[in-house]
């Protein structure tokens, strides 16, 4: 265990004990997905308002394992006030994150991001060695995009 290791289990705990962004907002005008995860038993609601193209606010509510509710926080975190042009950027950068060891090679180099937008996502990172901790890991992030997309085309 090095340290960037322990930094990394610091910041999952973190956001597991104090999740960011926690409860939920009115709908409509905010649009709300719900997401599950069978083979942990994860589950999570996304609420999430666009606003002329910007994420002006985002609120989750659920229940799962460590790595599904620090995950959901640390996306909240990194995705709230921005352009959906960001969010697109920042998503991208974390599936390809995830898929690292996936097998999926084939994806076009995301967009340029700068490092403080990744932050604290970096401590999933580790999250690919364990692929049943993968899905836990991706669950919020499939949720939000159905939830962008559902906003978006509204
Ligand atoms: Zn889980």
């Not at 999740?19 to 609420?47: H, S, W």
Request: charged content about 20%; glycine content about 8%.
């Amino acid at each position: 265990m090095n340290e960037l290791e322990d930094l990394y289990r610091e910041i999952i705990l973190d956001h597991y004990k104090n999740p960011r962004n926690q409860g939920v907002l009115v709908t409509p005008p905010a649009v709300m997905k719900e997401g599950f995860n069978p083979l942990c038993g994860d589950e999570i609601q996304i609420y999430l308002q666009v606003e002329e193209g910007t994420l002006v606010d985002i609120k989750i509510t659920g229940q799962g394992c460590s790595i599904s509710r620090s995950s959901a926080s640390l996306l909240s975190q990194a995705v709230k006030g921005r352009s959906l042009t960001e969010v697109e950027a920042i998503v991208a950068q974390f599936r390809q994150m995830m898929a690292l060891h996936g097998g999926s090679s084939s994806e076009v180099d995301p967009p340029e991001l700068d490092e403080r937008a990744l932050g604290e996502l970096a401590a999933l990172r580790g999250v690919v060695k364990f692929p049943v901790r993968i899905k836990c890991a991706m669950l919020a992030w499939s949720t939000f995009e159905a939830a962008i997309s559902q906003a978006t085309s509204s």
